[in-house]
């Protein structure tokens, strides 16, 4: 397998930043979302997830906002780490807007009653890493104009607000913020950020979950080894987090069988339904009507490709119809 695909933000986040177990994260497996923007992933752009959903919301006093609301996440992994990247319009002094890229790399870690996230990221036009670090969580209790919806609640670790300060005053001091922006203004676009990467993950989750492709884990078959020293100056080089794909089926490494008997290539059976209409099913209590079959993987589990371990991790027996 070739080098990080997130090695410049690891190499940013090792020069700027505050992440003080970097090597840890280096071992947790690695969704790499960065080659397109968020926006043009379709799980997330046309979300219809029961409980992950935006809409506009009415204030009292008449007007309508956008929010975005999240619901309960089923968490493929516990603990792992993301690189995403977000296109967005920024308004300028003389009110015209501009479009933005953005670039992100975060670890989450999940937690019994909320998520923990460590968010870097940084503009094109900007050298400078920001970062963000605290917690997420859904409030249960909250409840918006008659709709059941659920409402994100982000909440920054005080330990980092001190190195936010300076940020924002060296960017006070440079003129690269507008004069009438306060810090609390300055922080409210870092937690938007923080809030939409994990909007972002948890569709990702429910996609792994439930979407047509399936989960696998690539591994190079032999590591190099690295010497101690290494290690410490680039630590990306000794590490040993699997990257995460998401295919549509694992690669083939047979030639094609043929004849009555050939084996079908490894691939997932999508999640269907089906009416129990044969005989055999005449004692089910479901007997001619529809049932929902949970999707199925074909073929082997793992497989050698190319110098690289593919190893298929998502638990399909706990899959279950939505």
């Not at 809409?55 to 999240?70: A, P, T, Y």
């Not at 690269?176 to 609390?184: G, R």
């Not at 939409?196 to 078959?221: C, N, Q």
């Not at 987090?241 to 047979?254: C, E, K, S």
Request: with cysteine; aromatic share 12%; glycine share 6%.
């Amino acid at each position: 397998m070739a080098q990080r695909p997130d090695l410049e933000m690891i190499r940013r986040i090792k020069k700027q930043g505050r992440l003080s177990d970097l090597n840890e994260a280096l071992n947790l497996p690695f969704f790499y979302m960065s080659y397109q923007p968020m926006q043009e992933f379709e799980f997330h752009a046309n979300s219809t997830v029961e409980g992950i959903e935006d809409r506009n919301v009415k204030l009292d006093d008449g007007r309508e906002v956008f929010r975005q609301h999240c619901g309960a996440v089923e968490w493929v992994y516990d603990d792992f780490v993301m690189s995403a990247r977000q296109k967005i319009w920024v308004t300028q002094e003389n009110d015209r807007n501009e479009l933005y890229e953005i670039t992100y790399w975060g670890r989450l870690t999940n937690g019994e009653d909320d998520c923990r996230l460590y968010l870097a990221g940084y503009y094109p036009d900007n050298s400078h890493l920001w970062e963000w670090e605290g917690s997420l969580a859904v409030d249960y209790d909250y409840v918006e104009a008659d709709h059941d919806v659920k409402k994100l609640k982000a909440v920054m670790n005080p330990d980092y607000e001190q190195g936010m300060r300076l940020l924002y005053k060296n960017l006070c001091d440079m003129d690269a913020i507008a004069p009438a922006v306060d810090f609390d203004g300055f922080m409210k676009g870092f937690r938007q950020h923080a809030m939409e990467f994990y909007i972002f993950a948890s569709r990702l989750m429910w996609h792994l979950k439930y979407g047509d492709k399936h989960l696998v884990e690539v591994t190079p078959a032999q590591r190099p080894k690295v010497s101690p020293v290494v290690q410490r100056d680039r630590p990306w080089a000794g590490a040993t987090g699997p990257q995460v794909l998401l295919l549509d089926r694992m690669p083939a490494t047979q030639k094609q069988e043929t004849g009555t008997h050939a084996s079908p290539k490894p691939h997932r059976r999508r999640g269907h339904w089906k009416t129990l209409s044969h005989p055999r099913f005449r004692h089910h209590p479901r007997y001619q009507q529809k049932i929902y079959v949970k999707p199925s993987f074909v073929g082997p589990r793992q497989t050698t490709y190319e110098g690289n371990i593919y190893r298929l991790v998502e638990p399909l027996d706990q899959l279950v119809a939505i």
